[in-house]
């Protein structure tokens, strides 16, 4: 069975510009999560998509967004680009009822800004 | 609201030294608590989880007890290997699905 897939595997923006991160949650997992590791504030919760939907967002502004697509995957996009968003973006799938209790990961994708 | 601390790392340690390391939890209620392994250059992996007050995870050799009274959750190993050496990090689930993570405590197990 294939795990959660991000891409890119790495980016390089320029400060004030826009990325585009993807990924693709386990067969048959309906949410997907988005959380930022960042040097020295450890991992922080970003987004949640439950079928289609935003369910959650945690504490970042509004120029963190993102969506979920009629095939469970997702994208993230940040816009206005600022040198602190340089970060490991990961993306987590989880299932319904009881399993949705585990949360999968991805590799990361690693965001520099420039 | 939610919070998880760690024990502060890094730890170095022997191989087939015994190994705890730390959690311990801020939550209302009875949240889901997590242990996640970070290897060199990949994502998180779940290692273990327990439930409810008193469960026990356990994996690959790694346990950890649910423990209400003192709201904790440590990592413990009988025997540590090399390829053990990772980041570790303790986290908690309550409501709303999101988890929330402990700061990470890095483990590295000499030969």
């Known amino acids: 069975e294939a795990g959660v897939t991000q891409s890119p595997t790495h980016l390089i923006k320029t400060r004030g510009q826009q990325a585009t991160l993807r990924c693709s949650p386990i067969?048959?997992?309906?949410?997907v999560y988005w959380y930022q590791q960042a040097l020295g504030l450890g991992l922080q919760f970003l987004l949640w998509y439950d079928e289609g939907e935003e369910r959650n967002r945690g504490n970042f502004p509004p120029r963190f967004s993102g969506r979920q697509f009629p095939n469970y995957s997702s994208e993230l996009n940040v816009n206005a680009l600022e040198l602190e968003d340089s970060a490991l973006y990961l993306c987590?799938?989880?299932?319904?009822?009881?399993?949705?209790?585990?949360?999968?990961f991805g590799p990361g994708t690693r965001l520099t800004v420039t | 609201g939610n919070s998880v601390t760690q024990m502060e790392g890094p730890v170095t340690l022997s191989e087939e030294a015994f190994l705890t390391i730390n959690c311990t939890y801020t939550?209302?209620?009875?949240?889901?608590l997590f242990w996640y392994v970070q290897y060199p250059g990949e994502g998180l992996q779940l290692l273990l989880k327990a439930t409810k007050a008193d469960d026990k995870g356990s994996n690959k050799g790694f346990e950890a007890t649910y423990r209400k009274e003192t709201t904790s959750f440590h990592l413990e190993k009988g025997s540590v290997q090399v390829s053990d050496s990772a980041v570790y990090f303790c986290?908690?689930?309550?409501?709303?699905?999101?988890?929330?993570f402990g700061s990470g405590t890095q483990l590295t197990v000499l030969p």
């Open positions: 987590a799938s989880s299932s319904v009822g009881q399993a949705a209790y585990e949360q999968y």
């Open positions: 986290a908690l689930r309550k409501t709303a699905r999101q988890l929330t």
């Open positions: 939550a209302t209620g009875y949240p889901s």
């Open positions: 067969s048959g997992h309906t949410s």
